[in-house]
């Protein structure tokens, strides 16, 4: 039989490998495991969350760095816009109503028309003085010529021929821009910048032969000076006659004088067309003081050369008439009628 085992000979056990844990042991265990997380969690939360102020601060910080790169990016990316000016220039279709367009009946082309009465004023006061005629003013002429012809020395020997050019030229200046007005139509801006200029050249014109080639009263010189004149104020009376206008025909003052008496709202508050004789009146006798102030400080040639200044003057302002947008309307008949709004220039380039 075997023995038993001897006690001695046993494999010897871990001293705890029986023994349980106990609550107190498993406590502070858990204590120091949520302590452990407690402050793993904190060092977590300041690394990804600042405090409160100093993340607004840097909230802000970044909302005008984005702001400032922002602005800086699209500066840099897109030009400074130029002027609308530079930018837009009118079409060529633009130009052409511009140019083709009538202008405007109003307080602007009266202006204009009074400036082209001061013109005569200056020019008669000058040609009558100098030369015994008259450029515009074809009455007085005429009576001159039937006194010459009757054999009336009114002026002296030598002027009738002054006289006889005055009205021949007056009239074919008067038949030339008349009848090419027609087809052009008096009011179209082109056509007043065109004859305007025209005549303004040929006022130059005749004070460069004044001064330079003939200061005789008479002669080949003298009725050179009268039938440019001439010419030129028959055009510029053709033009006062078709723009709406009467009142202010630039030369004819003794009609004007009679309207202006014979109206019988003369002494009413308000009266365009009384108001326009008035200024015609003025504008001409101021004329007439212009041209006789210049010759007698200055020369005949300086008169010619202020008309024609105030002439270049006038082709200017034409530049800034409004214009006529015509519009057609069908009548209830079925007839068309055609009407015009004042337009701006600027209107018309631009479209503004």
């Known amino acids: 039989m075997s023995s038993p085992e001897n006690p001695s000979q046993q494999p010897s056990r871990p001293t705890n490998a029986g023994r349980s844990v106990t609550a107190p042991q498993l406590d502070q265990a858990l204590q120091q495991e949520l302590s452990t997380h407690r402050s793993l969690h ?3 939360e300041e690394y990804t969350h600042p405090s409160t102020d100093s993340s607004k601060q840097d909230g802000s910080d ?7 790169s922002r602005s800086n990016s699209q500066s840099s990316s897109s030009p400074t816009e130029p002027p609308a000016s530079k ?4 079409t060529r279709s633009s130009w052409r109503t511009y140019f083709m367009q009538e202008v405007a009946t109003d307080r602007y082309l009266e202006a204009q028309l009074l400036l082209m009465t001061l013109t005569t004023g200056v020019l008669d006061a000058m040609t009558y003085s100098t030369y015994g005629v008259f450029a515009s003013k074809q009455t007085g002429n005429t009576l001159f010529l039937a006194l010459y012809a009757s054999g009336h020395e009114a002026l002296g020997p030598g002027f009738e021929k002054n006289v006889g050019i005055s009205i021949s030229v007056f009239i074919l200046g008067a038949a030339f821009f008349g009848h090419l007005g027609h087809v052009s139509r008096q009011k179209r801006r ?3 910048l065109v004859s305007n200029a025209f005549q303004a050249l040929l006022m130059l014109a005749a004070a460069a032969i004044r001064y330079f080639v003939s200061r005789h009263e008479t002669g080949s010189g003298a009725l050179a000076i009268l039938a440019l004149l001439s010419f030129a104020e028959a055009g510029q009376i053709a033009t006062a006659l078709n723009v709406g206008m009467p009142e202010l025909n630039t030369t ?4 004007a004088l009679i309207q202006l008496c014979t109206d019988r709202r003369i002494f009413a508050w308000r009266n365009v067309k009384r108001n326009r004789r008035l200024a015609f009146f003025a504008s001409i006798l101021a004329g007439g003081f212009v041209g006789a102030g210049t010759m ?3 020369s005949p040639s300086a008169a010619l050369v202020v008309a024609a200044a105030i002439k270049g003057f006038l082709v200017i302002t034409f530049l800034g008439n409004r214009g006529l947008v015509e519009k057609t ?14 337009t701006p220039a600027t209107r018309v380039l631009w479209g503004d």
Not at 87 to 90: A, D
Not at 329 to 342: C, F, I, R, S, Y
Request: charge should be positive; aromatic fraction near 8%.
């Open 42 to 44: 904190q060092s977590l």
């Open 329 to 342: 309307k069908v009548l209830e008949d079925g007839g068309h009628k055609v009407e015009g709004t004042a």
């Open 252 to 255: 004819m003052i003794t009609g």
């Open 87 to 90: 930018i837009s220039f009118p």
């Open 62 to 68: 970044k909302i005008n760095d984005l702001g400032k």
């Open 296 to 298: 007698r400080w200055r």
């Open 190 to 192: 082109v056509w007043l």
